[in-house]
């Protein structure tokens, strides 16, 4: 084995925890796995004898690549969008997918990716880093270009700003009995039922591809999100149920074709947050197999 393959062989060992890195700083997949090659390139440039901790230093490669992506995507955009759907990782139900499931080790769900979505490039650096990954401030600072203090204060206000974010039910029992009363309301087209398991103040965000990619539309309030759910009704016939992010969810499959993802948030015993993501050409990039 020469020097090069030792170097992969070393690479490949932390391959999971950067794409998990990626993953929370862009929200997206195939995003997330161009920073992990990028990291890749850039260490495979640098003389690696001179890396005294070749974790942490890819920890920082694919941060400061991760952060640059973000700047650039800001700067495409003429204006804010409302919210951006993040890509779903859809596992079967019964979390038989080691792989996704390890990029998914402290479960991040859809709902706490869109909020990070919001927050600056340099506030989701800081708190992806320090809060999910225990990255020290004074190895962010320089990310960042600013000081550890300054660091300190971008993940206070990233924090601040998530505290609105939902909190879910995290048992995978009452998830799945929410989620089947869900759809059995969808298939028989029971407006009633379906309003009954919303929050009142449920928020659905959906992404057909109409707008620009990763913009989604959004409706809130259990009756007006009833009304939008039995537009999608027609896919409820097609539905089997998987792991999206790690919380009870749904795929639309139908001659193989795979049409649509829905995650939820629940909480309390009721759906506080929808996302669907119907957009064929972002679904065509996702990688959904042996759910039946």
């Known amino acids: 084995m020469n020097e090069n393959d030792v170097l992969a062989q070393q690479f490949e060992a932390h391959r999971t925890h950067l794409r998990a890195v990626a993953y929370r700083m862009l929200g997206s997949i195939g995003e997330a796995e161009d920073a992990v090659q990028e990291s890749w390139l850039r260490l495979s440039r640098t003389d690696a004898d001179t890396v005294e901790n070749l974790g942490g230093w890819l920890t920082t490669v694919v941060a400061r690549v991760c952060l640059n992506m973000l700047q650039s995507r800001r700067s495409r955009r003429e204006d804010p969008l409302d919210a951006v759907m993040p890509d779903p990782i859809v596992t079967r139900a019964d979390g038989s997918d080691p792989e996704h499931e390890a990029m998914l080790a402290d479960s991040v769900g859809l709902a706490l990716l869109v909020v990070l979505g919001t927050l600056s490039p340099a506030e989701r ?15 962010i600072a320089p990310i960042v270009e600013r000081t550890p203090a300054a660091a300190r204060q971008l993940a206070s206000r990233a924090r601040r700003r998530l505290q609105g974010a939902p909190v879910p039910d995290t048992d995978p029992v009452r998830q799945r009995a929410v989620v089947d009363a869900f759809l059995a309301a969808a298939r028989s087209g029971d407006f009633d039922a379906l309003v009954a398991v919303l929050d009142p103040d449920v928020v659905l965000r959906a992404d057909t591809g109409a707008l620009p990619v990763g913009a989604s539309t959004t409706v809130r309030g259990s009756e007006t999100v009833a009304g939008r759910v039995l537009g999608f009704a027609r896919l409820a016939r097609f539905a089997h149920p998987a792991l999206v992010n790690g919380a ?6 139908a001659d193989g074709q795979l049409l649509s993802v829905m995650g939820v948030t629940i909480r309390r015993g009721k759906i506080v947050e929808i996302d669907i993501l119907a957009d064929r050409e972002r679904l065509a990039g996702l990688v959904v197999e042996n759910l039946d």
């Not at 650096?125 to 190895?139: G, R, S």
């Open 125 to 139: 650096l800081a708190f992806v880093l320090h809060d999910m990954f225990a990255v020290p401030f004074d190895d």
């Open 248 to 253: 009870a969810g749904v795929v639309a499959i």
